[in-house]
């Protein structure tokens, strides 16, 4: 079965310090993995996939299959990141799968 | 305006009664998906459907049940079987590997 862990409930840094998100995985097969952000009262969103290796934000994810990981990273983080992030993998016959969430706290 | 939209917005049950959750996509999705979302346990997958007529059991199934009778609409029922469903409830649909798009959400009580 399909699993994501992110260790992290919750993570704090000051604003303009860089920004790791943790997230690791179990899957058996090639992988699709996505990152999500939920802003305050607004609905869930795709923050980006591994597959397009795109940058949405400043922030970038880098799928590493020997480490079986792929953290969220910013160099400078901003107020205005503040938000709960999800991992998920999956969407094909195993459906999607999600972490638990990390809350990011940006302080001034 | 192309989009997911979920409704009730709140919705509230009495004890031992069934109710019904909507979904609606006009994204041309083939897949959609149903999520339970508590504080401290992220979202937990109840079911999938990734074509009409057919739907698969997430992790957390029992004491609900889905139809998929339309591309466009995937319906989801809270039955008197489930023993906690209070929570927020949130509907996916999604198309090759994409990434989801989710609606507004559901926020169902028990009172």
């Known amino acids: 079965a399909q699993r994501v862990t992110q260790p992290e409930k919750l993570l704090s840094v000051f604003k303009g310090a860089p920004v790791e998100l943790k997230c690791n995985y179990s899957?058996?097969?090639?992988?699709?993995l996505f990152w999500y952000v939920q802003y305050s009262r607004q609905r869930l969103q795709l923050l980006l996939r591994?597959?397009s290796r795109e940058s949405i934000k400043g922030f970038t994810a880098d799928l590493n299959k020997g480490e079986t990981s792929f953290h969220l990273k910013k160099p400078f983080a901003q107020e205005e990141d503040s938000a709960m992030y999800y991992c998920?993998?999956?969407?094909?016959?195993?459906?999607?799968?999600f972490g638990k969430g990390t809350h990011l706290i940006i302080q001034p | 305006d192309g989009g997911i939209t979920q409704s009730p917005k709140y919705l509230f049950r009495k004890e031992g009664q069934n109710v019904t959750l909507s979904c609606e996509q006009n994204l041309n999705h083939d897949a959609m998906y149903w999520y339970r979302q508590d504080p401290g346990q992220g979202l937990r997958l109840i079911y999938y459907s990734q074509i009409v007529n057919d739907f698969q059991k997430g992790d957390i199934a029992e004491g609900y049940s889905v139809s998929r009778e339309k591309k466009e609409s995937f319906p989801l029922t809270v039955t008197s079987a489930q023993k906690n469903p209070t929570a927020f409830y949130l509907c996916?649909?999604?198309?090759?590997?994409?990434?989801?798009?989710f609606g507004q959400g559901t926020r169902l009580t028990v009172v």
């Open positions: 996916a649909s999604s198309i090759d590997n994409r990434g989801a798009f």
């Open positions: 998920a993998i999956g969407g094909g016959a195993d459906g999607l799968t």
């Open positions: 899957y058996s097969g090639s992988p699709e």
């Open positions: 591994h597959i």
